[in-house]
């Protein structure tokens, strides 16, 4: 790497020659305001708060659009950089609308923050304010199926349009009009349709672009904890922070309050897409699973404790050929120590290679051939995790699962006792209509169903054992690329639910085959060793 020593505000910096005058300042620790630079996006220049003196130039320049050079000397604070950079921010807040008390971006607003720090401490202006759509809650627009816009905001900071164009591959935003009129619209107010449209509210620096799944639910300083952790709702596997909302004991509603983009240069950049971020309510639903179940005589599911269901299984499976007659289809949501421990009970109880299936769903997501986020056809993140622990991992041509012998094995009757793990969303292992369709005709005696949702297939099951999601459970994944990746525990499992690590050690246990672990870190250290 090619580096050059330049000097900002006094101190000698030695930076990469390819960075512009703002990236060293921000790697460095210079605080210079910024706007409609991001690090994720091309240089534009519009907002022209990065103004900084540079010796042996005739006038002020724009950081972000200026590279550095050996032997450059800057100036982010003298008085004509001030005087220059405090009237930018007065035209940006000329028709700003004073509402953050009432704005989403509160608390984590560019705008606010760099307001406070750099720009006027009060207006000159006596003339009314521009107004595009409407005054208060009237200037919030649809912005297509996930945001909302609120043009009275927009300082036209160009980021959303070039995200758009550059990330995306549809320019579906641009400006239009001009001068005092310019605003960010998109054809015939249509909206923004896009499977990566929540990252336009990551990268809009003040409230104008929201999303409806976070709007007026919670505010920064509501959120004291955030756990840094992984999507596990595809292959991809993006890097990721769950926010969590503080809880009175009074109070209800769901904990996990949004899901944002964590960088990661190697996986997914700044970036992820809708599902990962909007589709995590599931995990605090009223279809999860609480307590164990067992079917009765009379044909009901009725709960009962861990003991019980425990001492059940052992009977039922006994009953139905003993433990080397179980077979095992298993989610690819199934984390890396998760898929340990099965493989290790199917070595104790003797299940053959082809006893265990591997299922998932594929999808088709339709994006612009040109995008630079793409998304996987293939909802589970652990398919690679589980080739690799030396399970069979069939794939048709399109990608999906192939468990048809499996399939045909259950429908011919051949399998007296199936146990189904399904730790992912609802419909996220794959067609399972058939294990439904084989319990209910009777030629599956038994089915076990280890999961987090009363899902179909959990009705159908003779004894349901509560799980965990990802979200609840420290564990550990292989992405697309082949790069193991950890999940980490935000919140706990409701109600009597368990680790899967620990229902899978306590099913063992039931079954006569001893798996002396008691934490998920001790299964995960064996897997080190496996691996």
Known sequence: METVTLTIDGRQLTVDKRRTVLEAAIEHGIKVPYYCYHPGLGIDGSCRVCIVKIEKMAKLQTACSTPV???????????DVVEARASVFEFLLINHPLDCPVCDKGGECPLQDFSYSFGPHESRMAFSRRVFDGEGVKADVDFGPTLMLNRNRCILCTRCVRFMKEIDADAQINIVDR???SEIATFQEQGVHSLISGNLMDVCPVGAITTRDYRFKSRPWDNPEAVDTICTFCEKGCNTTEWLRAKPEWAKGARLIRVTPRYNPDVNGYWMCDIGRFDYHWIESDDRLQRPLLRTGAGAQEPVDWREALTKLADYVTAAGGPGALRFFVSAHASLEELFLIGRLGSAFGVPEDGVAIGWR??????PSQTKFRISAVDAPNVNGARDLGFPVNRDANGAANVTAFRQAVEQGRVKALYVFDPGPNGSIGDVSWIVAARHSGKLPLLIVQGVLFSHLAKAADIVLPGASSSEK???YVNEQGRVQAASSAIVPPGDAQEDWQVFVNVGRALGAALE??????VRGDVAGAM
């Open 474 to 476: 420290d564990a550990s």
């Open 69 to 79: 050079g050996e032997g450059m000397i800057v100036h982010t604070g003298t008085p």
């Open 517 to 522: 672990y008691t934490s998920s870190a001790a």
């Open 179 to 181: 001068g005092y009129g």
């Open 362 to 367: 594929t999808r088709e997501k339709p994006q």
